[in-house]
Protein backbone atom coordinates (compact mmCIF):
# COMPACT_ATOMS: atom_id res chain seq x y z
CA UNK A 1 0.00 0.00 0.00
CA UNK A 2 1.57 3.39 -1.17
CA UNK A 3 -1.70 5.47 0.14
CA UNK A 4 -4.11 5.60 3.03
CA UNK A 5 -6.72 7.70 3.01
CA UNK A 6 -9.56 8.26 5.97
CA UNK A 7 -12.96 9.58 5.01
CA UNK A 8 -15.35 10.41 5.96
CA UNK A 9 -19.07 9.97 3.72
CA UNK A 10 -18.01 7.22 1.38
CA UNK A 11 -19.63 7.36 -1.52
CA UNK A 12 -19.53 4.93 -4.75
CA UNK A 13 -17.73 7.29 -6.84
CA UNK A 14 -14.56 7.78 -4.54
CA UNK A 15 -14.28 3.86 -4.48
CA UNK A 16 -14.56 3.74 -8.32
CA UNK A 17 -11.95 6.37 -8.81
CA UNK A 18 -9.39 4.79 -5.99
CA UNK A 19 -6.27 3.84 -7.56
CA UNK A 20 -4.61 0.14 -6.81
CA UNK A 21 -2.25 1.33 -4.57
CA UNK A 22 -4.42 3.30 -1.90
CA UNK A 23 -6.31 1.65 1.19
CA UNK A 24 -9.29 3.66 2.31
CA UNK A 25 -10.42 4.07 6.04
CA UNK A 26 -13.92 5.62 5.87
CA UNK A 27 -15.63 6.72 8.98
CA UNK A 28 -19.37 6.96 7.90
CA UNK A 29 -20.97 6.78 4.52
CA UNK A 30 -23.42 8.29 2.18
CA UNK A 31 -26.80 6.95 0.72
CA UNK A 32 -25.43 6.66 -2.31
CA UNK A 33 -22.49 3.81 -1.69
CA UNK A 34 -22.75 0.66 -3.18
CA UNK A 35 -22.57 -2.12 -0.72
CA UNK A 36 -20.84 -4.23 -3.54
CA UNK A 37 -18.42 -2.24 -3.40
CA UNK A 38 -17.31 -1.48 0.07
CA UNK A 39 -16.54 -5.40 -0.08
CA UNK A 40 -13.26 -4.33 -1.52
CA UNK A 41 -10.30 -5.55 1.31
CA UNK A 42 -8.65 -2.11 0.09
CA UNK A 43 -11.86 0.29 1.59
CA UNK A 44 -12.48 -0.74 5.58
CA UNK A 45 -13.99 0.87 8.55
CA UNK A 46 -11.94 3.32 10.18
CA UNK A 47 -10.46 1.76 13.92
CA UNK A 48 -7.90 3.11 15.68
CA UNK A 49 -6.45 -0.51 15.59
CA UNK A 50 -6.65 -0.86 11.33
CA UNK A 51 -4.99 2.57 11.18
CA UNK A 52 -2.05 2.38 13.00
CA UNK A 53 -1.57 -1.31 11.09
CA UNK A 54 -1.58 0.45 8.31
CA UNK A 55 0.54 3.30 9.41
CA UNK A 56 3.25 0.48 9.73
CA UNK A 57 3.15 -0.76 6.43
CA UNK A 58 7.12 -0.30 5.07
CA UNK A 59 5.54 0.94 1.57
CA UNK A 60 3.44 3.97 2.88
CA UNK A 61 3.93 7.07 1.77
CA UNK A 62 1.21 9.48 2.07
CA UNK A 63 -1.95 9.84 4.03
CA UNK A 64 -5.03 12.04 3.14
CA UNK A 65 -7.33 13.68 5.18
CA UNK A 66 -10.46 15.46 5.27
CA UNK A 67 -9.78 19.04 4.20
CA UNK A 68 -9.69 22.05 6.58
CA UNK A 69 -12.63 23.81 5.95
CA UNK A 70 -14.98 20.40 6.75
CA UNK A 71 -14.78 21.94 9.90
CA UNK A 72 -15.87 18.73 12.25
CA UNK A 73 -13.56 16.13 10.22
CA UNK A 74 -10.82 18.43 10.53
CA UNK A 75 -10.23 18.10 13.83
CA UNK A 76 -10.76 14.93 14.00
CA UNK A 77 -7.86 14.74 11.09
CA UNK A 78 -5.46 16.72 13.24
CA UNK A 79 -5.41 13.93 15.36
CA UNK A 80 -5.04 10.95 12.65
CA UNK A 81 -2.05 13.67 11.75
CA UNK A 82 -0.48 13.61 15.30
CA UNK A 83 -0.69 9.51 15.49
CA UNK A 84 1.16 9.20 12.09
CA UNK A 85 3.93 11.62 12.46
CA UNK A 86 4.58 9.45 15.64
CA UNK A 87 4.64 5.83 14.21
CA UNK A 88 5.98 7.22 10.59
CA UNK A 89 7.69 10.71 10.90
CA UNK A 90 8.67 11.14 7.05
CA UNK A 91 4.93 10.81 6.02
CA UNK A 92 3.89 12.92 3.70
CA UNK A 93 0.62 14.56 4.99
CA UNK A 94 -1.76 15.86 2.11
CA UNK A 95 -5.55 16.71 1.89
CA UNK A 96 -7.92 17.60 -1.12
CA UNK A 97 -9.82 20.83 -0.64
CA UNK A 98 -12.86 21.96 -2.63
CA UNK A 99 -14.88 24.17 -0.29
CA UNK A 100 -16.23 26.96 -2.24
CA UNK A 101 -18.41 28.60 0.79
CA UNK A 102 -16.46 31.57 1.62
CA UNK A 103 -13.86 30.90 4.65
CA UNK A 104 -14.45 34.32 5.93
CA UNK A 105 -17.90 33.90 6.71
CA UNK A 106 -17.74 30.49 8.21
CA UNK A 107 -14.66 31.68 10.46
CA UNK A 108 -16.05 34.74 11.20
CA UNK A 109 -13.10 36.44 13.36
CA UNK A 110 -9.60 36.69 12.64
CA UNK A 111 -8.61 34.19 15.58
CA UNK A 112 -10.06 31.69 14.47
CA UNK A 113 -8.97 31.99 10.67
CA UNK A 114 -5.22 32.50 12.21
CA UNK A 115 -6.13 29.41 14.64
CA UNK A 116 -6.92 27.42 11.17
CA UNK A 117 -3.75 28.72 9.08
CA UNK A 118 -1.52 27.62 11.78
CA UNK A 119 -3.34 24.09 11.61
CA UNK A 120 -3.46 24.06 8.01
CA UNK A 121 1.10 24.18 8.52
CA UNK A 122 1.24 20.84 9.28
CA UNK A 123 -0.11 19.37 5.68
CA UNK A 124 2.92 18.95 3.50
CA UNK A 125 0.71 19.51 0.52
CA UNK A 126 -2.70 20.98 -0.61
CA UNK A 127 -4.64 20.31 -4.41
CA UNK A 128 -7.34 22.22 -5.14
CA UNK A 129 -10.66 20.68 -6.70
CA UNK A 130 -11.41 23.85 -8.18
CA UNK A 131 -10.24 27.21 -8.83
CA UNK A 132 -13.31 28.20 -6.90
CA UNK A 133 -11.64 26.68 -3.59
CA UNK A 134 -8.43 27.88 -4.23
CA UNK A 135 -9.60 31.80 -4.28
CA UNK A 136 -11.84 31.33 -1.44
CA UNK A 137 -7.98 29.41 0.52
CA UNK A 138 -6.30 32.17 -0.68
CA UNK A 139 -8.31 34.88 0.56
CA UNK A 140 -8.85 33.86 3.98
CA UNK A 141 -5.02 31.82 4.58
CA UNK A 142 -3.14 33.26 2.06
CA UNK A 143 0.07 33.27 4.42
CA UNK A 144 -0.45 29.75 5.53
CA UNK A 145 -0.71 28.55 1.65
CA UNK A 146 2.64 30.09 0.78
CA UNK A 147 4.01 27.87 3.46
CA UNK A 148 2.34 24.85 1.62
CA UNK A 149 3.02 23.26 -1.69
CA UNK A 150 -0.07 23.89 -3.54
CA UNK A 151 -1.46 23.60 -6.61
CA UNK A 152 -5.13 23.15 -8.86
CA UNK A 153 -5.55 19.91 -10.08
CA UNK A 154 -9.37 19.40 -10.89
CA UNK A 155 -11.14 16.03 -11.24
CA UNK A 156 -10.97 14.05 -14.79
CA UNK A 157 -13.62 14.96 -17.00
CA UNK A 158 -13.36 13.28 -20.43
CA UNK A 159 -13.92 9.58 -19.24
CA UNK A 160 -15.81 7.37 -16.40
CA UNK A 161 -13.07 5.49 -14.64
CA UNK A 162 -15.66 2.71 -14.88
CA UNK A 163 -16.94 3.13 -18.56
CA UNK A 164 -14.03 4.34 -20.25
CA UNK A 165 -14.12 6.76 -22.84
CA UNK A 166 -17.74 7.92 -24.10
CA UNK A 167 -18.72 6.54 -27.18
CA UNK A 168 -20.36 8.05 -30.07
CA UNK A 169 -23.88 6.46 -29.86
CA UNK A 170 -26.88 8.44 -30.37
CA UNK A 171 -28.20 9.62 -27.29
CA UNK A 172 -31.52 9.46 -25.80
CA UNK A 173 -33.82 12.64 -25.34
CA UNK A 174 -33.39 13.08 -21.52
CA UNK A 175 -32.29 15.59 -19.20
CA UNK A 176 -31.12 13.50 -15.94
CA UNK A 177 -31.16 15.38 -12.62
CA UNK A 178 -28.83 13.17 -9.89
CA UNK A 179 -29.12 13.79 -6.71
CA UNK A 180 -32.01 14.45 -3.84
CA UNK A 181 -34.32 16.51 -5.71
CA UNK A 182 -33.42 19.36 -2.55
CA UNK A 183 -34.10 22.97 -2.93
CA UNK A 184 -30.51 24.00 -2.36
CA UNK A 185 -29.75 21.88 -5.63
CA UNK A 186 -32.07 23.58 -7.31
CA UNK A 187 -34.97 21.54 -7.87
CA UNK A 188 -37.63 23.61 -7.85
CA UNK A 189 -36.03 26.22 -9.99
CA UNK A 190 -35.75 23.17 -12.15
CA UNK A 191 -39.27 21.95 -12.14
CA UNK A 192 -39.90 25.96 -13.27
CA UNK A 193 -38.15 26.02 -16.09
CA UNK A 194 -39.16 22.53 -17.07
CA UNK A 195 -42.42 23.93 -17.36
CA UNK A 196 -41.48 27.26 -19.40
CA UNK A 197 -39.75 25.16 -21.73
CA UNK A 198 -42.08 22.46 -22.45
CA UNK A 199 -39.30 20.77 -24.69
CA UNK A 200 -41.37 18.12 -26.58
CA UNK A 201 -40.20 14.55 -27.11
CA UNK A 202 -37.83 15.17 -23.40
CA UNK A 203 -37.99 13.37 -20.36
CA UNK A 204 -36.77 14.71 -17.09
CA UNK A 205 -35.33 11.80 -14.73
CA UNK A 206 -34.20 12.17 -11.39
CA UNK A 207 -32.13 9.44 -10.04
CA UNK A 208 -32.53 10.09 -6.45
CA UNK A 209 -30.06 8.01 -4.28
CA UNK A 210 -32.31 8.34 -0.90
CA UNK A 211 -35.54 8.34 -2.59
CA UNK A 212 -36.97 10.22 0.62
CA UNK A 213 -38.50 12.79 -0.92
CA UNK A 214 -41.70 12.53 -3.26
CA UNK A 215 -41.48 15.81 -5.14
CA UNK A 216 -44.74 16.43 -7.56
CA UNK A 217 -43.74 16.41 -11.33
CA UNK A 218 -44.73 17.59 -14.43
CA UNK A 219 -45.84 15.37 -17.26
CA UNK A 220 -42.48 13.70 -18.70
CA UNK A 221 -40.82 13.71 -15.84
CA UNK A 222 -40.20 10.40 -13.30
CA UNK A 223 -38.10 9.43 -10.24
CA UNK A 224 -36.06 6.70 -10.02
CA UNK A 225 -35.64 5.84 -6.06
CA UNK A 226 -32.53 4.32 -4.75
CA UNK A 227 -31.05 3.04 -8.34
CA UNK A 228 -28.03 0.91 -8.14
CA UNK A 229 -24.54 2.03 -9.33
CA UNK A 230 -24.58 0.49 -12.38
CA UNK A 231 -27.75 2.14 -13.37
CA UNK A 232 -26.32 5.14 -12.58
CA UNK A 233 -23.70 4.36 -15.13
CA UNK A 234 -26.13 3.18 -17.66
CA UNK A 235 -28.21 6.37 -16.71
CA UNK A 236 -25.06 8.79 -17.48
CA UNK A 237 -24.14 6.88 -20.94
CA UNK A 238 -27.27 7.05 -22.85
CA UNK A 239 -28.85 10.55 -21.36
CA UNK A 240 -28.06 13.81 -23.60
CA UNK A 241 -28.21 15.93 -20.72
CA UNK A 242 -27.21 16.34 -17.07
CA UNK A 243 -28.78 19.01 -15.11
CA UNK A 244 -27.80 21.00 -12.08
CA UNK A 245 -28.81 24.06 -10.93
CA UNK A 246 -27.45 24.47 -7.45
CA UNK A 247 -28.15 27.56 -5.49
CA UNK A 248 -26.48 29.08 -2.54
CA UNK A 249 -27.82 28.65 1.20
CA UNK A 250 -27.63 30.17 4.14
CA UNK A 251 -24.18 28.24 5.22
CA UNK A 252 -23.75 26.22 1.95
CA UNK A 253 -22.26 26.49 -1.76
CA UNK A 254 -22.17 23.96 -3.94
CA UNK A 255 -18.31 23.10 -3.87
CA UNK A 256 -17.89 21.28 -7.17
CA UNK A 257 -20.97 18.89 -7.88
CA UNK A 258 -20.57 15.04 -8.86
CA UNK A 259 -23.31 15.51 -11.34
CA UNK A 260 -21.77 17.96 -13.03
CA UNK A 261 -18.21 15.91 -13.40
CA UNK A 262 -19.31 12.60 -14.16
CA UNK A 263 -21.74 14.32 -16.84
CA UNK A 264 -19.13 15.31 -18.52
CA UNK A 265 -16.77 12.31 -17.88
CA UNK A 266 -19.76 10.02 -19.68
CA UNK A 267 -19.80 12.78 -22.72
CA UNK A 268 -23.36 14.54 -21.53
CA UNK A 269 -23.78 18.46 -22.41
CA UNK A 270 -24.30 19.66 -18.72
CA UNK A 271 -26.46 22.79 -17.81
CA UNK A 272 -25.55 23.78 -14.54
CA UNK A 273 -24.85 27.29 -12.09
CA UNK A 274 -22.23 29.55 -11.97
CA UNK A 275 -22.48 28.70 -8.03
CA UNK A 276 -19.69 25.41 -8.74
CA UNK A 277 -16.29 26.05 -7.50
CA UNK A 278 -15.20 24.52 -11.34
CA UNK A 279 -17.41 27.34 -13.22
CA UNK A 280 -14.08 29.42 -14.07
CA UNK A 281 -12.56 26.10 -15.35
CA UNK A 282 -15.34 25.11 -17.12
CA UNK A 283 -16.35 28.94 -18.62
CA UNK A 284 -14.84 27.74 -22.25
CA UNK A 285 -15.86 23.95 -22.25
CA UNK A 286 -17.65 22.96 -24.87
CA UNK A 287 -20.34 20.99 -23.73
CA UNK A 288 -21.10 22.95 -20.62
CA UNK A 289 -24.05 25.91 -20.23
CA UNK A 290 -23.69 28.03 -17.06
CA UNK A 291 -26.76 29.73 -16.09
CA UNK A 292 -27.73 32.28 -13.60
CA UNK A 293 -28.43 30.55 -9.73
CA UNK A 294 -31.76 30.97 -8.87
CA UNK A 295 -33.41 32.36 -12.56
CA UNK A 296 -35.44 29.88 -14.22
CA UNK A 297 -35.90 32.06 -17.04
CA UNK A 298 -32.07 31.72 -17.74
CA UNK A 299 -31.92 27.81 -16.93
CA UNK A 300 -34.48 27.39 -19.11
CA UNK A 301 -32.64 29.32 -21.94
CA UNK A 302 -29.36 26.80 -20.87
CA UNK A 303 -31.62 23.54 -21.06
CA UNK A 304 -33.04 24.48 -24.65
CA UNK A 305 -28.86 25.74 -25.76
CA UNK A 306 -28.16 21.88 -24.72
CA UNK A 307 -31.03 20.34 -26.03
CA UNK A 308 -30.96 22.19 -29.26
CA UNK A 309 -26.98 21.33 -30.12
CA UNK A 310 -26.79 17.63 -29.53
CA UNK A 311 -22.76 16.53 -28.61
CA UNK A 312 -19.51 18.43 -28.85
CA UNK A 313 -16.89 16.43 -30.55
CA UNK A 314 -14.89 13.99 -28.40
CA UNK A 315 -13.29 16.07 -25.76
CA UNK A 316 -9.83 16.29 -25.30
CA UNK A 317 -8.11 15.19 -22.12
CA UNK A 318 -9.14 17.34 -19.00
CA UNK A 319 -8.37 17.49 -15.34
CA UNK A 320 -6.43 14.98 -13.12
CA UNK A 321 -7.05 11.44 -11.91
CA UNK A 322 -6.90 10.42 -8.22
CA UNK A 323 -3.72 8.66 -8.86
CA UNK A 324 -2.45 11.60 -11.10
CA UNK A 325 -2.78 13.58 -7.77
CA UNK A 326 -1.05 11.51 -5.54
CA UNK A 327 1.54 11.35 -7.64
CA UNK A 328 1.88 15.09 -7.73
CA UNK A 329 1.82 15.19 -4.00
CA UNK A 330 4.68 12.45 -3.24
CA UNK A 331 6.76 14.78 -6.18
CA UNK A 332 6.13 18.01 -5.02
CA UNK A 333 6.82 16.84 -1.16
CA UNK A 334 10.24 14.76 -2.46
CA UNK A 335 11.66 18.04 -3.71
CA UNK A 336 10.75 19.73 -0.91
CA UNK A 337 12.72 17.43 1.10
CA UNK A 338 15.29 17.41 -1.66
CA UNK A 339 15.94 21.53 -1.41
CA UNK A 340 15.66 21.35 2.15
CA UNK A 341 18.53 18.91 2.46
CA UNK A 342 20.73 20.71 -0.15
CA UNK A 343 20.10 24.40 0.02
CA UNK A 344 22.99 26.54 2.40
CA UNK A 345 21.69 27.23 5.60
ZN1 LIG B 1 -19.51 5.24 -16.03
Same mark, same amino acid.
Given at each position: ??????? %?D????????K? %?G??L??T??? $??S $??S???????????????????????L??L??A??????E? @?????Y?????V????????T??????????R??? &??? &?????V??L????????????????????????? @??R??????RLD????C?????AP @???????????S??????????????T?P?????V?????????????P???V???P????????L???????????? @?? #?????IG??L?E #??A???R??????????D???AH? $??H??????? $????RGL??????????????R??????????????????R?A?T????
Open positions: MQSLRIL %PLRSSVVEEH %PQVLFSER $DD $DALTGDSMVRPFSWRTFVDALRDPDELEVEPLWLGW @RKALRVAVAKVRPRITVAYAIENFDARELAT &RAG &RTAMGSMGLDAVAFGTTGAYENHRRAFGWALR @RTHAVLPPACTVGPSTA @REPVVLFLGAPERKGFPVLLEAWRRAEGWRLVADPSGDETPELPGAERRQAREAVHELRTSAVVVMPSVR @RP #GWREQLPV #GLHGCVVTTTETGLADLRP $DVLTTPGDP $DDLAREAMDRGRADRPERGFSKREVTDWWLAATKTRRATSPR
